[in-house]
Nanobody
């Protein structure tokens, strides 16, 4: 069992940066691929970024490529999402997720979800 708790969301202006964190409980954190998804009002939840269990492989949605960076610190049971050059269309609730593989995350086969953290980007 893994519990995920996100933090770091908030209200920022377009062009600003934010760093989201996801703290995981459980000894098996390092064995999971980790990812971030987001859901804007009235829209479906969408994939944002994923990182392999070792941190050696990452994958991004085209909409955030070059602006967002996912990383993890297995010793701290934490995964991060650094978001730069934020745009109003990045406004959403951001969810942390854990899956067995990177491919599972990309295809939204998720073992565990966090409760979400709100990110609002004003223009």
């Amino acid at each position: 069992q893994v519990q995920l708790v996100e933090s770091g969301g908030g209200l920022v202006q377009a062009g600003d940066s934010l760093r989201l964190s996801c703290a995981a409980s459980g000894r098996t954190f390092s064995s999971y691929a980790m990812g971030w998804f987001r859901q804007a009002p009235g829209k479906e939840r969408e994939f944002v970024a994923a990182i392999s269990w070792s941190g050696g492989s990452t994958y991004y949605a085209d909409s955030v490529k070059g602006r967002f960076t996912i990383s993890r610190a297995n010793a701290k049971n934490t995964v991060y999402l650094q978001m730069n050059s934020l745009k109003p269309e990045d406004t959403a609730v951001y969810y942390c997720a854990a899956s067995d593989t990177l491919k599972d995350l990309i295809t939204v086969v998720v073992n565990y979800w966090g409760q979400g953290t709100q990110v609002t980007v004003s223009s």
